[in-house]
Structures are given as C-alpha cells and as structure tokens.
C-alpha cells in the first residue's frame, strides 16, 4: 500500500502555477506600462499569488481583463528559458524594479531565496524568460506556455499584503489565482472554495455562538463561549475516557518553566523563535511551554524507572504558547495558544512495536469516532545529512512504525529523508466532508530528549539502559480541531455532539407546562434539552431552532399534551410527526451512541 510520496515542488501542478503566475505578472505589467512594480509570485498550496506595487487599487474587472490577457498569452505558445547572470547584471535589468533589486542583493549575500525565504545556502542567480516577460527565478517552470491549459486558470481573489510580511513596509496588492491540468478540476476546486466559504468556522463560530477573539485579550487567543465550550467538552471527555481505558495515564504541568529547562530540552537552542520572550521571576527567567514534553520527562525522572513499571503514557489535554505573526493568524486554525491532546509513552525497545500498533490503532479509531473516515498517512524516514543518533538506532522504529501502517491497512506514502532531526514519525491527514485534506494525528520519535534529560530505567539485567520514547498528539490542536468538526460538518455537529440536542416548541402559552415535563424527562436521560418557551410564533421558533442546528425539534400542542406524544421534526428537513414520548428517546439514546451523523 505504501508509495512514494511526491513533493509538491517536484509536481507537474507547482511548474503549472508557477508558470501561470509568470504569466499573470506580464499581463498586470501591460496594464499599468512603466508603473507596475513587481515583487515576488510563488505557487501557494492550491494556485500562486504575485504581489504588485500599483499606481491604484485593482477591481474585479481588472481581474477579468488580466485573465482574458493571460489566455491570448497561454496560446501564443512562448518559450521558458532560464539563464543564470551576476548580481551586477541582474541589478541592471531590474534597475527600475525596487523590490527585485532587494531580493538579489539577498541572493547575492547568500540566505535568502528569491522570494526572500531564508535558506541555507547561496543560490546561483537566474532568470525565466518568456514573450516580453522575464522574472528572477529559479524556476521550474513547463517547456512554454502553449503547454497550460487556457480553460484550466482562475484568478480568485485580490488582498492586501505587506512587502516581506513585514507591517511597517509598503502594503502591496496581491492577486490570488488558480490553475490546474482540466478545466473539470477546476470547477471541482471553485466548488470547493465556495463550500468552504460557506461552512467558515468564523462565520459559523459567530452566527452559533460558539467562540470569538477579543482585541482586548489579544490576536490569536481564543475564547470559548458556553455552546463552543459543551461541545469542546463532550469531545475531551469522550477521548480522555477512551484514554483510560487505552492505559494511559493523566497527568499536568505549569503554563510556564525555567530557562535551565527549556536549555536541557534543547528548545532555547533550536525552537527559541517560536516562543515568547521570557518572565523575570526574582531575578530567573521563565518561558510559557511550547510543549509539554520536558515536563513529563521531569515526571518520568522523579523516581528510578525498572524494565517492570514500562510502558508509561503520560497523557496531557496541555495548553501550548507560540509565537505566530499576526498576519498569518486565521480563526482557531492558526493561534497563539492551543490545547494539545498530547501524550508520551516511554517503553522498553522489546514493547515498542507493539507500542506503535497499540498507538496507531488509537489514533484511527478516535478520529473515526469524530465521522472521518479518509485517512492518508504520512512516514517520514531518517535524513542523512540531519539526524540525532546512529543511523542504525532509526531502523527499528522506522521498520515498527512502517509495518503497523501494513497492519492498520491505511493507504500510505513514504516521506524520505523528511523526518526531523529526532526521529521517524506518521502523519495521518483525513479528507473532511468536501475534499479538503488536514493534518491530525501525529506519531513521532525521540531519540534526542531521552539523552538531553539523561533518561533511563533498570533492566533485567540490572543495568540502566535508554527508554525508547515517543510524541503522539491525535486531534493535535483542540482549537483547530474545533475548527475542522465546524467546517467538516458546517455547523450541524452529529447528535452526540450538538450542544443543545432538543428543543421543545410549545405551540401556544398553554402548552408550556407540558413543555417543561417532557424537557425534565429529556433532561433525567441525559439529553441536552431546551424549552422555546417565548411567545413567538411556532414557525419562527422551527426556524429558530434550524438556524441554530439543532438535531431535534419537538413540537407539542393539545393532541401531543393529551396523548404524551411529541411531534418530531429534524434539522434535516425530515418530519416524522407524532411519536411517543418513549419512542423519541429510544431513538435520541440509539443515535446518540451510535455517533450518527446525518
Ligand atoms: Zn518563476
Ligand atoms: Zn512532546
């Protein structure tokens, strides 16, 4: 089932978008002769984007122009040609473009790209030229541009960026677009975009009521409102009692930690620009946690460890800080601090790869749990050049971790060479409900901290010997989790879920009374009951009711009052009408547990 994985940058779609925003940068330079100035135009994961300098705001029907020009473009089939040139040659073929002059001074002294990403060494610097049109760059790009299909490109948006991300620089307008081998792909993806728009987790978090962020408490904070928070709640305590009865034992630690350490851990050294600037207390110097990790190593090494007392699993639902620039910050998918769902296990090499099924298993059957069914995994194997520990101490894990992806019967591929420098790890990614794939769970070795901290345990034979240890984090952040649940099911969370499961609608003010004991009976089954009892018309209160996504609506008048009956309704659109009482929470009970979805 395994197969390679191909990387993007490697992929017939990155020389396509590549190419298309090449070609987009010509046409938006016609548009405005003399005046465009450009800066830089990467493909993005599903398209490419082109930042410009521009003498006025762009409309949407500027886009459509510069579309209709990039298709003539396509069809005159030009050439790509790459050419390699000094710094001295390319200043002066960009003398007028200020940006490009900033992004080969950073080529020229090394540790930049020419999108200005930092990298490790010094490229040679080239150009590709097609039709009038030649940009700084390394390419890839396709042979010419009759080769892109004209029916296949989309521009989708324009934003505002500042040059570098970086907001005290000049803010650009930045053209979004799209582009792909058919034009049925294409649809597929708009469609998709469309649906994402309309399942937003920040749309849906406001209109349900579920979180929001405050200025006052600061970007990338989340703050979870009461139906946000029940539904947070329901999931937590569903994984933390599968955790239990998985063995895994529950334990906490502080939000923050000394420098010492964060300087034993290692992180000062290699994650220092992910985390926030220290506090002084009495004259030490603390960090708020990255991770959870150091923290139950300390846990792990407050008494000796024997060969009898492993395999340990510390879990943590454990709130990490890290630094995020405000432009990238997105709703709960990207934050400031977050809640991992996150676990080590320390075992001896002998249980380990039972360990890894053991591990494996339980990720799968946890976010099947949540209704995700389509996995990818992800292995990620030794890199040569980058690694912690002998080579030989990666192949054990690497075999286990590889043979339980066989086991687990999940389609996999093979990241080669792309593991961290610690140790082998799994990624799964699932498909959520329209297409789009997000990374969950993660199963990663350490070879580096059990050394750092001096990890041991005692043998049988007596002597100390390393414990193997490993991360897992299965839903990974809760906040972007909730994120995912939200859009994956647009709001309308499965019954077990839902923060209010039933609403009981009363038709007139008469039948209040026996709104209410209906609600109680509801409530004394553990069903999360509410009563509409305002003086609304009962339509609106339906509507009320659908709005808000809530699974069951029982709407009760005389003939329901006289005969104990509830006049059943479901979110869905479906109308089973008149149901007894005890029937309903048969059914409520049943799809409760069952976890349906519908
Ligand atoms: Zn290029
Ligand atoms: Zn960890």
Sequence with gaps: MSLPHEKYEE????????????????????????????????PIAEGFYYDFDLPRSLTPEDLEAIERRMREIIQGDFRFERRALSAAEAKAMYADQPYKIELIEGLERGGTDEYGNEIADKPEISIYRHDTFTDLCRGPHVEHTGQLNPDAIKLTSIAGAYWRGDETKPMLQRIYGTAWKTSEELEQYLWQLEEARKRDHRKLGRELDL??????????????????????????????????????????????????????SGHLGWYRENMYSPLDIEGQE??????NCPFHIQIYKTRTRSY????????????????????????????RGFTQDDAHLFCRPDQMPEEIDRVLAFSLSILRAFGFEDFQCYLSTRNPHKSAGAPEQWEAPTEALRLALERAQVPYKVDEGEATFYGPKIDIKIKDAIGREWQLSTIQFDFNLPERFDMTYVGEDGEEHRPYMVHRALVGSMERFMGVLIEHYAGAFPVWLAPVQAVVIPIADRHNAYAETVAAQLREQGVRVEVDGRGDRMNAKIRDAQLRKVPYMLVVGDKEAEQGNVALRLRNGDNPGPTPLADFLTRARQEIASKAAW
Excluded at 286 to 291: S, V
């Design 11 to 42: 992929s017939e779609l990155y020389r396509i978008r590549h190419s298309v925003s090449h070609i987009m940068a010509q046409a938006v330079m016609e548009m405005f002769p003399g005046q465009a100035k450009i800066a830089i135009g990467p």
């Design 211 to 264: 979180f929001s962020i405050s200025d006052e408490v600061g970007a990338g904070l989340i703050l979870w409102h009461p139906k946000g928070g029940m539904v947070r709640k329901i999931a937590e305590d569903f994984c933390r009692a599968e955790h239990e009865r998985g063995g895994y034992d529950f334990v906490y630690s502080p939000h923050i930690g000394r420098s010492n350490l964060w300087e034993t």
């Design 286 to 291: 603390y960090f708020l946690k990255p991770m």
């Design 308 to 335: 009898r007392d492993l395999p340990l699993r510390f879990a943590e639902w454990g709130t990490v800080y890290r630094y995020e620039r405000s432009g990238v910050l997105h709703g709960l998918m990207r934050v």
